[in-house]
């Protein structure tokens, strides 16, 4: 109940503040991370705000309103507001209200309340999308089905997520072409290989052992967690041919060497399909950039091919929260295909959470950071935010600077060279990726470091062979751009030092961080760097930033470079 020396207070807009320094904080966080999404989270008081989306993914994944209710009742200083109440308890309660299900291979629309599904059909938008039988017929006001055309799964999924209406999609997929494979056993082991406690899970829960509430939803895990392995651990459950895409080529690689090493697959089996070959197999990696080339702006997509080239039973999009538009619209098609989405975090700078939820499936599972840090899966983390001062002269600079230069200004301040000079320095015995976003500040980074340089223009057989260097320590240092923000397997990197980044980019500072996060040897600690100039735009940004590190629950200190003039 209620009481003053809580650490919540709701108020009637459907914010939430949060107390830091509570000793309630992370019981409240964790709790509230699981129905709303954080906002702002600044030193002392954190925003979080609850959302018609927040609230449905909690519903697909099994929270009911009561739960949510408790839990805000539980830490709240003052009592629940009854608009706030009255929100929750109609938004949850619109989850469900609309079913698709199949009967005799055809797909209907279904509710409870006849009403409601003669609002959809009615609607101008709905009737295109209506089968046969339904498309001129609305003036059974006594129906609680209509049929609909089993291409438009997807559309009409999307447009009735805008009228408000999450459909629970419970009309099962198509088993796909059978695959047998199992696990490899190791010849010097008599064991095959295993998947972990929170791995195996996170299949479980997907799957749902076949029922049609699993078959489709996103996976969000920390980088680390071995999120390439639970796509495998689905795979072994469904036995069926599979289309993987992902974000480049260095995570094809990553897939196939993991396919390889870890299951019965032949090499025959598994095919690669981006700019260097196009492989169609039973278990194809592709990547996102390929599917969505086109030879001119207007033009068609010259691989979507891809999608309809075999008899898919899974669809595994990688890094889901990178999804480009186009397969979006391709995913769309796709709505019989079992799809599982895999990500660290499902923040999208394009807004589109709301077509992840309705095209790939809601979100099935979200294991905190923290949690696997503790549990010894992934390294402990240490961050840090440098703040380090500007030259007068470059300060002069940035006065006169247009607003849209003012960033990149602050951003290359070269003043930042000597705080990574000191910190490399400092971690002389580990293995450090600077990584930054604009390339003529890592090039003389480079340079002064005397460290080799990856960008995007980077040849992809160079790439391989520096990251190998790396991960067998030959090669202890590496400046990249953002291109090795994704889906990068440098297992032993424990030091990340970030120049600089995309604006105020909450997946970036993921992905970033999830680089250095893999389980070490000995003390497996990492060590997360963030240099940004002070008092500029940089700064502000670096707060929006550093919301992802304060929803996984990690502390991080600032730290102040005094003025050199």
């Known amino acids: 109940m209620s009481s003053a020396t809580n650490p919540v207070i709701i108020q009637s807009d459907r914010s939430v503040l949060l107390e830091v320094h509570n000793p309630l904080y992370e019981e409240a966080r964790d709790t509230l991370a699981i129905f709303a999404e954080l906002e702002k989270s600044p030193e002392y008081i954190h925003t979080y705000r609850i959302t018609p989306l927040s609230l449905w993914n909690a519903a697909s994944s099994g929270v009911s309103v009561a739960d949510v209710l408790n839990g805000l009742e539980r830490y709240s200083k003052f009592p629940l507001p009854d608009s706030v109440r009255t929100e929750i308890q109609q938004l949850m309660g619109r989850y469900g209200l609309v079913k698709l299900v199949r009967e005799d291979n055809k797909l209907f629309l279904t509710a409870e309340d006849p009403l409601i599904i003669l609002e959809i059909v009615r609607h101008k938008e709905v009737k295109p999308l209506l089968g046969d039988d339904d498309r001129n017929d609305d003036s059974q006001s006594s129906s609680t089905r209509a049929e609909i055309n089993p291409e438009a799964r997807g559309q009409l999924k999307q447009l009735l997520m805008k ?27 008599s064991e095959p290989f295993a998947l972990r406690s929170y791995q195996q899970e996170a299949v479980a829960t997907f799957h749902q052992q076949g029922s049609v509430h699993g078959g489709s939803g996103v996976l969000v895990l920390p980088c680390g967690a071995g999120k390439t392995v639970i796509g495998m651990g689905v795979m072994m459950e469904l036995q069926c041919e599979t289309l993987i895409l992902t974000t480049n080529t260095s995570a094809v690689k990553q897939w196939l060497r993991e396919l390889t090493d870890k299951t019965t697959l032949d090499i025959s089996q598994i095919g690669e399909y981006t700019g260097g070959k196009k492989e169609i197999c039973p278990v194809t990696v592709a990547t996102y950039q390929i599917l969505t080339h086109r030879s001119r702006v207007d033009g068609n997509f010259s691989h979507f091919h891809v999608f309809n080239e075999k008899n898919w039973g899974l669809i595994i999009y990688d890094e889901v929260h990178l999804l480009p538009a186009p397969v979006f619209r391709a995913t769309a098609d796709l709505q019989a295909k079992r799809r599982l989405g895999l990500t660290a975090t499902l923040v999208r700078e394009d ?38 001062p500007m030259s007068k002269a470059r300060r002069m600079d940035y006065a006169l600077a247009e607003e849209k230069e003012k960033f990149r200004l602050a951003a290359e301040n070269p003043l930042k060279s000597d705080k990574v000079s000191e910190l490399i320095e400092r971690h002389r015995d580990d293995l450090v990726l600077v990584i930054g976003q604009y390339v003529r500040q890592l090039e003389m980074l480079a340079c002064e470091l005397d460290a080799p340089l990856i960008t995007g223009k980077t040849p992809q057989r160079e790439r391989d062979r520096l990251y190998e260097e790396f991960r067998s320590g030959r090669l202890r240092r590496l400046v990249v751009s953002k291109v090795a923000n994704f889906a990068i397997d440098l297992p032993d990197a424990n030091v990340a030092i ?7 980019s909450r997946q970036e500072e993921a992905q970033r961080l999830g680089r250095i996060l893999r389980p070490k040897q000995g003390e497996s600690k990492a060590y997360f760097y963030s240099l940004v100039t002070k008092d500029t735009k940089e700064q502000e940004f670096a707060m929006h930033r550093q919301l992802f590190l304060t929803e996984q629950g990690y502390a991080y200190k600032i730290m102040i470079e005094e003025n050199l003039e």
């Open 351 to 388: 807004g589109k959470e709301d077509e992840v939820f309705t095209l790939i499936g809601p979100k099935k599972m979200d294991v905190p950071w923290k949690i696997l840090e503790s549990q010894g899966w992934i390294a402990t983390a240490e961050c840090m935010e440098w703040r380090i």
């Open 498 to 504: 970030q120049v600089s980044g995309t604006f105020g």
């Open 163 to 189: 009228l408000f209406y999450p459909v629970e999609d419970l009309a099962g997929y198509m088993a796909g072409t059978p695959l047998p494979m199992a696990w490899r056993t190791d010849n010097s082991e």
